[in-house]
């Protein structure tokens, strides 16, 4: 792959496949965009085959200098590969989970794989500014997709939406024209490096996470995304959860941490009084849905506060183990949307009393619904096992109060979906036109299958997952040393030589294999 640019071509793919969409009829633009996202597939998939493990920190560069203070500068380490691999894998699904859709279909897919390539250049970016124009530019066509092709209520989801993420982001461009003119640079890898002024570090942290927060999202700012989601057609609740709430995460990784270490550990505590509340509170808002979106939807947020939880634990397990739960969650999530709107297109409507006895009926439908909803709640052999397992553990080193309330959510997960999960598929069949309803199509076979046999994957040999990233993760907890809080629930910087046995500890414990 010498002097080939990979990254370019996956972000040049999309777009002109979606320039071809606008100028094509429906039938054509379907054809379209699924070839394009294949090709990015397969792209994809050449780029983890040619990513040397134990090799440069960052590979696959690419830099073009535009003008002053600005370049067209790309490269990836083994955790954006893993999040471009799963942007990549789960656009073809969208793109066939997509049939339902009749009005304006040129216009539909030309906005699905615009927001491919803006994904992917969030986690290709190595400028700071290049970084933030994909970030925000996401906002355009989900807003789009919300707004056009959505429910009754789209127009106020869609603003919702909207707004909520770009005031956030606001101050985040604020703090990013601060850090340029105090590094004198915009590349992020040497920004990573840089050691901003304590003082500083505070502010230019708070600016940042009240971006990340939004996008992830966290208690209290989660509020958008059930309407969201509900408001969304099948594929944006898909590529939303599976994708744009992960790059809230990937800007911890990417920003927070390594960026401000000090003030990542100052206010390690409000990130895990939040997180802690989301973990309890949502779970318990979603028991009480009857709309089997909206269920899933706050069950996001409860999923990703343990990533927010595992980030700021400031060790190795924590933070291995929220990578995986973002993979997981971003399979899981996007393969349970699926499932609701199989039966939605069947008999349009989302209340959990509609259904019920489907696995009489629909038994294929119930056993990949059942994969899927096990996977949620950490069933071990699936993908949701591996990520809160390692997770929890990464938690519990940190603080075992902490540890015991993120590990609440896992039995209240438990509860909310095996509940949902008993009220569709068993039961008595009390509607006929439930009871009618046909089994899997073709085209929904190949939908729900590779997902299935992804979070599998996943469950049963996760070092496929971890291998690309562990090295990255080894240098940002090097990184996190100086300022690791210590102690069970002492969230303060703890002494530097007691860090420093800590760090040795944790890479010797990565060097053996350890809890992997």
Not at 15 to 33: E, F, K, N, W
Not at 339 to 364: A, F, Q, W
Not at 396 to 413: D, F, H, N, R, T
Request: negative net charge.
């Amino acid at each position: 792959m010498s002097g080939f640019p990979i990254l370019s071509v996956m972000l040049a793919v999309p777009l002109v496949a979606a320039l071809a969409c606008l100028l094509s009829g429906a039938a054509a633009a379907r054809t379209i965009a699924l070839i394009a996202t294949l090709i990015d597939l397969v792209l994809g998939a050449v780029l983890w085959a040619q990513y040397d493990i134990g090799g440069a920190q960052w590979q696959f560069q690419e830099n073009v200098a535009l003008f002053q203070g600005f370049a067209w500068k790309l490269g990836i380490d083994g955790i954006a590969l893993m999040l471009i691999m799963l942007s990549v894998f789960l656009m073809p699904i969208c793109i066939l989970a997509s049939q339902s859709i009749e009005k304006r279909v040129g216009e539909y897919m030309a906005a699905f794989l615009l927001m491919e390539t803006l994904m992917i250049g969030v986690f290709a970016a190595q400028d700071l500014l290049l970084f933030y124009i994909f970030f925000e530019a996401g906002l355009i066509p989900m807003y789009l997709i919300i707004g056009i092709w959505g429910g009754a209520e789209r127009i106020y989801a869609s603003y919702k939406f909207f707004l909520y993420t770009l005031l956030g982001s606001v101050l985040m461009l604020i703090a990013m024209l601060w850090m340029i003119n105090e590094a004198g640079t915009t590349d992020i890898p040497t920004l990573m490096a840089y050691d901003f002024p304590a003082d500083a570090q505070k502010w230019l942290w708070l600016a940042f996470f009240a971006s990340f927060a939004v996008k992830m999202p966290m208690w209290p700012v989660h509020t958008w995304l059930p309407d969201a989601h509900v408001q969304a057609p099948t594929a944006g609740s898909v590529i939303l959860a599976g994708v744009l709430l992960k790059m809230g995460g990937y800007g911890f990784i990417r920003f927070s941490l390594p960026m401000f270490p000090q003030a990542s550990a100052d206010f390690a505590w409000l990130v895990f009084v939040l997180s802690m509340v989301a973990v309890v509170y949502t779970s318990l808002v979603a028991l009480v849905q009857h709309d089997m979106k909206k269920l899933i939807a706050y069950s996001s947020v409860a999923h990703m506060a343990i990533v927010t939880v595992g980030l700021f634990a400031f060790n190795v397990q924590g933070l291995e183990g929220s990578m995986i739960v973002m993979l997981s969650h971003g399979l899981v999530s996007g393969a349970l949307f699926l499932c609701v709107g199989v039966i939605y297109d069947r008999l349009h409507t989302r209340e959990i009393d509609r259904y019920g006895g489907l696995s009489i009926n629909m038994p294929k439908y119930a056993l990949f619904f059942m994969l899927f909803t096990m996977a949620s709640v950490g069933l071990p052999g699936t993908s949701g096992f591996v990520g809160e397992f390692l997770a929890l553990t990464g938690i519990y080193k940190m603080s075992s109060w902490v540890a015991l309330v993120a590990g609440s959510g896992i039995i209240l997960g438990a509860g909310y979906m095996l509940y949902l999960y008993r009220r569709v598929a068993f039961g008595d069949q009390k509607n006929a036109d439930a009871a009618a309803m046909p089994d899997l199509s073709a085209r929904e076979w190949l939908m729900l299958a590779p997902i299935a046999a992804v979070v599998l994957w996943m469950g049963v040999y996760p070092e496929s997952f971890l291998a690309p990233m562990r090295a990255d993760i080894a240098a940002l907890d090097a990184r996190l040393a100086e300022a690791r809080p210590e102690g069970d629930a002492r969230l303060t910087p703890g002494n530097p030589a007691a860090a420093k046995a800590y760090e040795a500890q944790s890479h010797e414990t990565a060097a053996h294999g350890g809890a992997h």
